[in-house]
């Protein structure tokens, strides 16, 4: 029966501690694949939250479009105060200049 063993090099730092650098290599790929792996889990939370995000719009926009065509003269109201709203502040704003 013969056993084999990696070949390994012990870096001298001045304190004559040694570092095995095969041991440090494995460490690093050890290190490599949980930042893959928290990567990958990031990303899917991520497109998680889009897809969300992304229902809660289209939710919104039906329920204001059932309230629109519930309430048309109130919808029309508050959409003309909103415009003159914004247009009386955007007038206020570029007459500063």
């Known amino acids: 029966m013969q056993t084999t063993t990696t070949p ?5 730092n001045g304190k004559s501690t040694g570092f095995k650098l095969g041991h440090l290599a494995a460490r ?14 990031g990303k899917r ?7 969300q995000g992304y229902e809660v719009g289209e939710d919104y926009l039906d329920e204001s479009r059932r309230y629109i065509k519930h309430n048309p003269w109130q919808s029309v109201g508050i959409a ?12 206020i704003l570029s007459g500063r200049r």
Do not use: S, W, Y
């Open 80 to 91: 003309l105060g909103v415009g003159l709203t914004l247009g009386f502040l955007g007038g």
């Open 28 to 41: 690093a790929a050890e290190g490599k694949i949980i930042a893959e792996d928290l990567v990958e889990i």
């Open 8 to 12: 390994t090099t012990a870096v001298d």
């Open 45 to 51: 939370k991520a497109q998680r939250l889009v897809r």
